[in-house]
């Protein structure tokens, strides 16, 4: 069903089992499972699917080494196991990323570490070699007989400084061992959508609608494209706003305090030198200030992280001018020789943490841990419970969306029926392992669509084995190279529009494409783009205009790309 056949249903069925309001990467977890064991559930998104604080994450599916301080060992051997669960299920987007931790101390955080294990340090402070690597052995132990990524090594800093030349001679260590990379955690996020929709016909999906309010059975949407509203019946609604739940609970006269966000911002560079000085490696390190930060290859470009600020609203979160120095600062540290500076910023992010409201002072040492918060009863003034989903992270999406698929088939009188743990995603389905194996798929797709090699190459990196469904479409009718962005096709980006719920301009260059993360987009692109999306979906020249101006002021507004 496409978004108007969806939402012409709801008139004439507002009922539904499941109401789920959020659409970052916990509600379309959530969504999937829920999907898969046959509940007819909705989930309705404010924005775009993903463009909340799962378009803001660093990009990582990680173990959270920092975890292990806190004495939270069952989410570290959790994380693990889902880093490599992702890179089972998604290889296409998660792939197995060598993490370097330079290490500028032997000794310090000897005494610190079971300080903060007991409560008893709120200051975050560096971290020595023989503290990381006792984090690493417990690291490699959680990773246990699997083996999905190498276990970990330590660098003498003579071997450090031969294997990476630019690398500050003041590290007196390095320790190397793997995580994963997310490279387009937006892919990922609707690909759990589109996948979720079609095992199941009753699991609907609309992004750009937003829960406004709502009391006793009954629950308002407003289409945020014709502002029209909607009733629904939900016997249960689970609120996953991620750093938004306290606001949204609030429509519905729920005055929670659930969420202590922080902000965390990024920039991405364009810097040959800094790129070929960090080779295939992410640095991430502590801080002189404790804070755990990151310089990471985003494809040829250079992703650099992160910032930890306490933060009220977050719809106000901007990467600001101090965090940029304290970016360009920190990679300074790393890599003393070369020279980053603003000039080379092409994209800059920021998103909010939906933690856990805490009490601790050091915002680095506040809790990755999650719950579901349980909101029913009469003092509700609702007839259906509210579930709210507090905190998690990323990389464990899969098992905080399993805890809360359980609790709602208990709630619904349901059994589970199928699980995800060894569920491939979009298209990590099918993904051939051996890198052999992706040239012969390759060559034999070619042989039959009639797509050419290189082509097939590009949308293989780009949606895995979906590939062969766009190849087949963009075969269907005369195809075009898009001028202004030669490595696309018009019947590619047709396909996108058609089958991957885009809605507006930007959605494609943010979201189902790194056009505007890596800095690729030109004036001239939104216009070309703009074009072939509008026709695709059938707007007039004034929308066509409309989208051009509403694109470019989202760039220059949220991510500091002017045009
Ligand atoms: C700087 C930073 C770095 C991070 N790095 C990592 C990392 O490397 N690895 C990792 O595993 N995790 C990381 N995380 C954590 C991870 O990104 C988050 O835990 C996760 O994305 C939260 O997802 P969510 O679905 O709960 O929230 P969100 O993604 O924010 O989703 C909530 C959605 O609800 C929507 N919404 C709000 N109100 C309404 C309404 N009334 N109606 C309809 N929709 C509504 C919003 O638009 C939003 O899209 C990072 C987080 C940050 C901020």
New binding site residues.
Partial sequence: MNRNEILSALKNKPEVSVLI???????IGTFRDLALNGVDVLL????DF?????????????GSIPSLENGEFRLVREAVRERNRLLENAPHIVKPLATAAPIFKWFSGLLNAPLKFFGMLDKPSERGSIVIKLGLMMYDAYTGKQRTVPHHRFFSRKKSLAKWKQLSPKIVNTAVYYEGAILQPERLALELTLDAESENPEARALNY????GGSDDTIILCDELTDENYDVHPKLVIN?????ID??NR?LGLPTRFIGGTK???IVVRHAELRKAIGENEFFFENEDGRIVLIFPLYDHVLI??SDIPIEHPEEAQCTDEEIDYFLKLTRRIFPSLSVTRENIVFRFS????LPRSTTNAVSQVSHDRSIEVLSGDWTNLRFPVYS?VG?????FRAFSEQVTDKALAYLGLTRQKDTRALPIGGGRGYPREPGEVTRQIESLSAWTGVARERLKVLFERYGTRAETIATYMNGGTDFIVRSLPDFSLREIVFLAQHEKICHLDDLLLRRSTLALLGRVTREMTEELARVLGNALGWNEEQKAAEVRRTLSILADRYGVQL
């Fill in positions: 309001v959020g659409g970052g990467i916990n509600g309705v998104e404010k924005g993903c463009s909340g604080t799962s378009a803001a994450s660093s990009h990582m599916a990680h609608v937003s829960m406004v996953a706003a991620g750093p938004w606001f949204t429509k965390g911002s990024h992280g992160t998103g909010v943490r939906p989903l998690g992270q990323w990389t464990s």
